[in-house]
Nanobody, 125 residues
Framework: VQLQASGGGLVQAGGSLRLSCAAS????????LGWFRQAPGKEREFVAR????????YYADSVKARFTISRDNNKNMQYLQMNSLKPEDTAVYYC???????????????????WGQGTLVTVSS
């Protein structure tokens, strides 16, 4: 599975951005998708995940109610809508994928087999 993230940029606190991730190389509806982020000097952390059908979504507590993950299985795309952005959301955001269907350790980085390159999100105060 090849993943290509895009949509990062500079935004003021309180603003919004939408990240996109294009996937190829495997039937899109068979893969679960997620987003992680890595802030300067910190470890990479889980942000959100969406199941193959889109029926199950998971969020880190720090982004719950502000970020929304979605996918379009007809376009082989996943999205992360980020609202009410805060300076602490500044990070490189990575899209990730895996083939797990049930019993998945969704919050753990090593659950995900495939990774895209990151896209930088900078939130100014």
């Amino acid at each position: 599975v090849q993943l290509q993230a895009s949509g990062g940029g500079l935004v003021q606190a309180g603003g919004s951005l939408r990240l996109s991730c294009a996937a190829s190389g495997r039937t899109f509806s068979t893969i679960s998708l997620g987003w992680f982020r890595q802030a300067p000097g910190k470890e990479r952390e889980f942000v959100a995940r969406i199941s193959q059908s889109g029926s199950r979504k998971y969020y880190a507590d720090s982004v719950k109610a502000r970020f929304t993950i979605s996918r379009d299985n007809n376009k082989n795309m996943q999205y992360l809508q980020m609202n009410s952005l805060k300076p602490e959301d500044t990070a490189v955001y990575y899209c990730a994928a895996d083939l797990c269907y049930s019993g998945c350790d969704v919050y753990k980085e090593n659950e995900y087999e495939y990774w895209g390159q990151g896209t930088l999100v900078t939130v100014s105060s």
